[in-house]
């Protein structure tokens, strides 16, 4: 079955999206990226250095490979942050699909400033940016950053790095049924369970960082995710039987024989 995820002009046969932070190193990030199947990685480029050619570089280090960079503005605290730091990194790089990220509440929960990833969207996508927007899961937002331009909207599962999985799966049923763009769910998958459940709900596709980084077995952790998303995807497109509050028999009585 060919069931691929397209991002504005870009397709993927993989659903499931990585993050490079919080490895032990480089080659620890490039061992699980290729292990989780994911042809995206997004890197907070604040924090890792992609541009800089005499110092270690991620970049290089994926350069043998056809997985794609997804720069993100982690650390930024307003739109004008945002919007001057993929500026650059586009000048730096040529890349222009980004994901966008602007935290309101720096110390404790790291949850979006929604009004200001709505004002740097409008700008970016009229710059020519592909937008991938993280935010609150709030099918209202959603819908203002589809609007704004986005080309996928990614709302939190639960707070960064909480591992704390899907904390309102109505709300991501509501997202999905709200906006047209894709819906990717993004912060808080602690377990490969959490990334099947995000697909479940019928999510296009998963970010997931934490989870995989900070595994004890990082590559073991990033293959489990893999199939997760995949068999998350399958029992989506299944269609799951309906929800009953009394038992039904998985045999057929009619026509049984009198012993």
Same mark, same amino acid.
């Given at each position: ?21 919080? +490895? ?17 990685? &997004? ?17 290089? +280090? ?12 982690? /650390? ?16 730096? &790089? ?14 404790? &929960?790291? +949850? ?21 927007? +993280? ?27 909480? /591992? ?45 960082? &934490? ?43 009619? /026509?049984?024989?009198?012993?």
């Amino acid at each position: 079955m060919k069931d691929t995820l397209k991002i504005a002009h870009k397709t993927f046969s993989s659903r499931l999206i990585v993050g490079s932070g919080k +490895y032990k190193d480089f080659a620890t990030t490039k061992e699980a990226t290729l292990a989780s199947s994911a042809e995206m990685i &997004t890197v907070a480029v604040r924090r890792i250095n992609i541009t800089e050619k005499n110092q270690e570089n991620l970049l290089e +280090y994926f350069k043998d490979t056809n997985i794609q960079f997804l720069p993100n503005s982690a /650390g930024c605290t307003t739109a004008e942050e945002a919007i001057v730091l993929f500026r650059l990194i586009r000048e730096a &790089t040529g890349i222009d699909f980004i994901k966008l990220e602007i935290i309101g509440d720096t110390q404790k &929960t790291l +949850y979006p400033d929604v009004i200001e990833t709505i004002k740097a969207c409008e700008v970016l996508s009229k710059e020519g940016f592909c937008v991938l927007a +993280y935010s609150s899961d709030d099918p209202i937002v959603a819908k203002r950053l589809e609007a704004a331009g986005a080309a996928a909207v990614m709302p939190l599962a639960a707070p960064i790095g909480s /591992g704390l999985g899907i904390q309102n799966r109505y709300n991501i049923s509501f997202i999905k049924e709200a906006i047209s763009v894709p819906v990717i769910v993004d912060a808080g998958v602690g377990c490969a369970s959490d990334a099947a459940i995000a697909m479940e709900l019928g999510a296009d596709a998963v970010l997931t960082n &934490t989870a995989i980084a900070m595994a004890k077995n990082p590559v073991m952790m990033a293959e489990a995710m893999k199939y997760a998303v995949i068999s998350g995807r399958k029992s989506f497109l299944a269609g799951r039987i309906e929800k009953k509050s009394y038992a039904s028999a998985s045999s057929p009585i009619f /026509g049984m024989a009198n012993l």
